[in-house]
């Protein structure tokens, strides 16, 4: 089973999504690592009940992105990590952690790239009016939300949803959408050194 890392900056619902799926099977892989860039997270809260080491960088406390990657790199390659899931990890990640992990490294966003790219784009979406947005599951690059298109499934936005109700049916979608498309890349065997 490979051993994966979860990156999160926030609640954690789809940690907790991939945590459960890799303890039903769903998901063969094991989860050993979580990253936080911040403190106080429902991620890292989480990640502690499953008894998932956390590693926190505050990335004030290096001079560079790079750097603090630097240090993300020595402990991801200390637990024998061989490929990274962004779940609600709000940083833009450098072409020193990309190219370490090249194409193994897996985002998930909360609209149909290329639209709505950026750190609000379920909001973006709403506002823009649009009849129907979704989920995408994608590679990373050292771009924004840019990285090859893996998997997407569609929202359809009645004429009464707000935008909090749009918010719940997005992320009910991203949590059966991440696990099984994590799954599909397994058996691909994406996820080797
Ligand atoms: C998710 O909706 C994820 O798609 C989004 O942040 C949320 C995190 O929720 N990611 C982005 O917007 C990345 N640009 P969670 O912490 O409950 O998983």
């Known amino acids: 089973r490979p051993k994966l890392a979860v990156?999160?900056?926030g609640t954690g619902t789809n940690?907790?999504?991939l945590i459960q799926a890799t303890q039903t099977g769903e998901?063969?892989?094991?989860?050993v690592r979580v990253v936080v860039d911040r403190r106080h997270t429902g991620a890292q809260q989480l990640a502690e009940t499953?008894?998932?080491p956390v590693l926190r960088i505050n990335y004030k406390d290096y001079a560079t992105r790079e750097l603090a990657e630097d240090a993300m790199?020595?402990?991801?390659?200390?637990?024998?990590?061989v490929g990274i899931l962004l779940a609600g990890y709000m940083r833009i990640l450098t072409p020193k952690l990309v190219n370490a992990f090249h194409q193994r490294i897996i985002n998930i966003h909360p609209a149909l790239l290329p639209s709505f790219p950026g750190n609000s784009a379920i909001a973006d979406a709403w506002?823009?009016?649009v009849k129907v947005t979704g989920v995408t599951i994608h590679y990373v690059d050292d771009g924004v939300d840019s990285g090859e298109i893996i998997a997407q499934e569609a929202v359809k936005l009645t004429a009464t949803d707000d935008l909090a109700q749009?918010?719940?049916k997005i992320h009910a979608v991203e949590h059966t959408l991440y696990p099984a498309t994590v799954a599909m890349l397994i058996k691909k065997g994406v996820f080797v050194k």
Do not use: H, K
């Open 166 to 168: 749009l918010t719940t």
């Open 15 to 17: 940690l907790a999504a």
């Open 7 to 9: 990156f999160a900056s």
């Open 73 to 81: 790199l020595t402990v991801l390659a200390s637990d024998g990590v």
């Open 50 to 52: 499953a008894g998932i």
């Open 27 to 31: 998901v063969p892989a094991e989860i």
């Open 127 to 129: 506002q823009a009016g």
